[in-house]
């Protein structure tokens, strides 16, 4: 999963595989310091059990 800025740049990513821990979480900070709000975007790239591969995405509004 990868978090973009409304300028296109990554703020957060994690690799890890939901499915053997809980999940990580963004904490809304960037550089140390909280993100301004914004519409941010959001992929993730999925591998199904069938191997099928498929990149999802989305929109993230950051309130403050």
Do not use: C
């Not at 973009?4 to 979480?25: C, D, F, H, K």
């Amino acid at each position: 999963l990868i978090i973009y800025s409304p300028w296109g740049e990554q703020v957060w990513r994690t690799n890890q595989l939901m499915e053997t821990q809980p999940a990580e979480a963004w904490d809304g900070y960037y550089r140390g310091k909280m993100v301004p709000q914004g519409v941010y975007v959001w992929q993730a790239a999925v591998q199904f059990a069938n191997g099928v591969k498929k990149i999802f995405e989305g929109e993230l509004h950051v309130l403050r």
